[in-house]
T-cell receptor
């Protein structure tokens, strides 16, 4: 069975600083990986996804993520955060038989300080 | 497209009452998912449909929960009778086939349910 671990429950970053959110997955084959963002009181919005090909994936809002098979990781990065990036971030994994059942991590809450 | 639409956005009810949550998926999407989000358990998949047919309901917590999808543009999640522990945010999401497999799931804004 697939699983996702987001080891950081809460991260605080200064505005303008760089960001890296960690995600580790467990899956027997090549996974399909997603990062979603959830702002307070809102649904989940897709930031980026990895299916195959280039392991460095660009997403919306200036985010990127890198798939590292050897480390079973799919970390999310942003070179310079903005106050509007404060939200909860979820990593998810789907199987290569279809993404019908996504497995979500427990999320990382990002706080931005001035 | 308006995205996935859910109603109501907030629901407050008393224990024992019936609750019905509604979802309109994105037009043309083949898959519809119901999730529940709580602080304790995070985001849980309750059930999903493909072409209006329930495929996997293994996440439905109890017989008090039921879901239907009478047509491609509407689904309901019903809780009868409701209990305080059902208090959560319920999300609906939809997806479509791309190259023979499902692609990104698009989420609605959620329904925040409070059972007193």
């Amino acid at each position: 069975a697939q699983s996702v671990t987001q080891p950081d429950i809460h991260i605080t970053v200064s505005e303008g600083a760089s960001l890296e959110l960690r995600c580790n997955y467990s899956y027997g084959a090549t996974p399909y990986l997603f990062w979603y963002v959830q702002s307070p009181g809102q649904g989940l919005q897709l930031l980026l996804k990895y299916f195959s090909g280039d392991t460095l994936v660009q997403g919306i809002k200036g985010f990127e993520a890198e798939f590292k098979r050897s480390q079973s990781s799919f970390n999310l990065r942003k070179p310079s955060v903005h106050w509007s990036d404060a939200a909860e971030y979820f990593c998810a994994v789907g199987s290569n038989f279809g993404n019908e059942k996504l497995t979500f991590g427990t999320g990382t809450r990002l706080t931005i300080i001035p | 497209d308006a995205g996935v639409i859910q109603s109501p956005r907030h629901e407050v009810t008393e224990m024992g009452q019936e609750v019905t949550l509604r979802c309109k998926p994105i037009s043309g999407h083949d898959y519809l998912f119901w999730y529940r989000q709580t602080m304790m358990r995070g985001l849980e998949l309750l059930i999903y449909f493909n072409n209006n047919v329930p495929i996997d309901d293994s996440g439905m917590p109890e017989d008090r929960f039921s879901a239907k999808m009478p047509n491609a543009s509407f689904s309901t999640l019903k809780i009868q009778p409701s209990e305080p522990r059902d208090s959560a945010v319920y999300f609906c999401a939809s997806s479509f086939l791309l190259a023979g497999r499902t692609d990104t799931q698009y989420f609605g804004p959620g329904t925040r349910l409070t059972v007193l």
